[in-house]
């Protein structure tokens, strides 16, 4: 939760809202109100699985839009079967939309609530309780599109001010830190592959010496941008240090690694250039293993690394697969 800002946002609403509505749900049985209580049961169970279902790995967006759906209906189901009292839930729950997902989503969310709720034939008393409603839970929808919308521009700002390295462009050691902890997480609730790379540009202090500092840094940029579009979307290039980057690749086993990095390497060496020739790369990668932690994991990454560097450079090695068993923490 402290590494991922969306995953602890559908935790903490999930478990507030969980523990808010259980209590009326036992109270709805005792009242005899059974489709009420089972509104709220529904809701619940559904606000749960999503939480475990996101904390096994699954996809955060689609967690956040499933709480978002099952909130939203809930609340109106709950309106129509209890009348004005029910009623009263959409507000918090159109607030906390704005959060779970991104704001136009919850926007959208609170339009179809807001319409939906205007065809109860006895919800309101009069064309004033009509438009009163509505236009509250618009303008409700409205601010907090307003407030979340520049909420996520505010912090992204920072994020980037805070992970991303100001020469290249790619994200700095302190994100690779960061995403190193998500990804061992990741990876011990789902299992999935996930690759570890470290490129280091070749004999780049010579280009330094002969060039100059300034062709230095355009050489580093321009690998970047080779890099950027060379990889998949998923996959996260970080600046380790100096002339060495790290690529954090998903969904990556030794194989598809091998072939990758073949694929990353003869695309580098046909564009990667100075004014006197081609400048060449060396790369080492490490497939996370089962118990590994973070030290191991980039230590064996970095002894591929130097194996490449050893049979000549200009290649990529693939470390041999992790041995299943070996303890360590993130």
């Not at 904390?55 to 978002?68: F, K, L, P, S």
């Not at 073949?262 to 081609?278: C, F, H, K, S, Y």
Request: charged share 20%; hydrophobic share 50%.
């Amino acid at each position: 939760m402290r590494h991922d800002f969306r995953l602890s946002i559908i935790t903490v609403f999930g478990g507030c809202a969980a523990l808010a509505i259980s209590p009326f749900a036992v109270l709805r049985f005792m009242q005899g109100n059974m489709l009420a209580g089972v509104v709220d049961v529904g809701i619940v169970f559904a606000i749960v699985a999503t939480n475990v279902y996101a904390w096994r790995g699954g996809d955060i967006e689609w967690a956040g839009t499933c709480v978002t759906i099952t909130n939203t209906l809930g609340c109106v189901a709950v309106a129509w079967v209890l009348g004005s009292a029910g009623l009263l839930w959409i507000y918090p729950t159109l607030l906390a939309n704005a959060f779970v997902v991104r704001p136009r989503t919850a926007a959208f969310a609170g339009i179809a609530a807001t319409i939906a709720l205007q065809f109860h034939p006895s919800l309101f008393a009069s064309v004033a309780d009509h438009v009163t409603v509505a236009v509250t839970m618009l303008l409700l929808s409205l601010f907090s599109y307003i407030f979340a919308k520049r909420t996520d521009l505010q912090r992204q700002t920072l994020q980037d001010l805070a992970t991303q390295d100001s020469l290249t462009g790619a994200r700095n050691r302190r994100a690779m830190e960061d995403e190193l902890a998500i990804a061992i997480h990741a990876f011990r609730r789902n299992g999935r592959p996930i690759a570890l790379v470290i490129f280091d540009l070749d004999h780049f202090k010579h280009v330094n010496d002969r060039f100059g500092h300034e062709e230095g840094d355009r050489v580093l940029r321009e690998f970047v941008r080779l890099m950027k579009a060379s990889t998949r979307a998923t996959d996260r290039l970080f600046r380790f240090g100096g002339e060495e980057f790290v690529l954090l690749m998903e969904h990556t086993d030794e194989l598809r690694a091998s072939h990758s990095l073949t694929q990353m390497l003869d695309r580098l060496r046909g564009l990667l250039r100075t004014a006197d020739g081609v400048v060449t790369v060396s790369a080492g990668a490490a497939v996370l293993g089962h118990g590994e932690d973070r030290s191991h994991w980039l230590a064996r990454a970095d002894a591929a690394l130097y194996q490449a560097k050893q049979q000549g450079r200009d290649r990529a090695v693939v470390a041999a697969a992790h041995p299943t068993g070996a303890q360590g923490s993130a």
